[in-house]
């Protein structure tokens, strides 16, 4: 066991646990929960049975949180495969550095419990469980799908910043965050400023390439805005 906490908005006791292959069932049980309760399908890469017995079986790292028998939320790391579609390709790394990139792959909270705070609990626990590894990562990283505001809020809340923003998976538009880990900021003055609204797509590629990143998300009016910065 990883964790034993309160679920304030549903005054219930839950556990967190390292997920296993036997957990099987309860993992995909889930994901269909909340893929079917979604308004915007795109807005979740949900994974398939032979990505998440991948991970499973030592590729990466899932911890479970647990109310009673009922798995109620979860979290994945993936250590990716060295191929064309690695993230490390997007956001400028060199070739020697991709082996240690590790992803945050899917979060998931059932629709129930939402409002205890589990993705952001999941997301402290699994990177403290990541360095008991021994394994020498140092970049962590992930995409999220423009407007998808609780993953937006939970990379940032991180202090993982927007690095790229491209079609990925075919043909699906992403932000691809990525974290340095061993430091809590990304290190060096602040030059230039900039907040541009979220659907403005050409805008934010503009940025990036000039070498901005994204550090926070703003709500103006029920308007959306990435705050970049340029060092």
Request: hydrophobic share 40%.
């Amino acid at each position: 066991m990883l964790f034993e906490g309160k679920l304030e908005k549903n005054n219930r006791d839950y556990l967190v646990r390292l997920l296993n292959l036997d957990d099987m069932g309860k993992i995909t049980e889930l994901q269909a929960d909340v893929v079917e309760d979604l308004k915007e399908k795109g807005n979740l890469q949900p994974l398939t049975h032979g990505e998440y017995t991948y991970i499973l079986k030592g590729n990466g790292l899932m911890i479970g949180a647990f109310s009673g028998t009922e798995l109620i939320a979860f979290r994945a790391l993936l250590i990716p495969p060295l191929d064309d579609e690695h993230l490390g390709h997007d956001i400028g790394l060199q070739a020697s550095e991709l082996p240690r990139v590790i992803y945050q792959e899917i979060s998931i909270v059932h629709p129930y419990y939402r409002g205890n705070r589990l993705q952001q609990t999941l997301a402290h626990l699994i990177m403290e469980e990541l360095r008991t590894l021994g394994q020498s990562f140092m970049y962590v990283a992930c995409t999220v799908a423009p407007f998808n505001i609780p993953s937006l809020k939970d990379k940032f809340k991180q202090g993982m910043e927007v690095a790229a923003l491209k079609m990925k998976y075919g043909n699906q538009l992403r932000y691809i965050f990525v974290k340095r880990m061993e430091s809590e900021d990304a290190g060096g003055e602040i030059s230039n400023i900039a907040k541009v609204p979220m659907g403005d797509i050409e805008g934010q590629q503009a940025l990036l390439k000039c070498g901005w990143r994204g550090i926070s998300l703003e709500e103006e009016d029920g308007d959306y805005r990435i705050l970049y910065v340029k060092r």
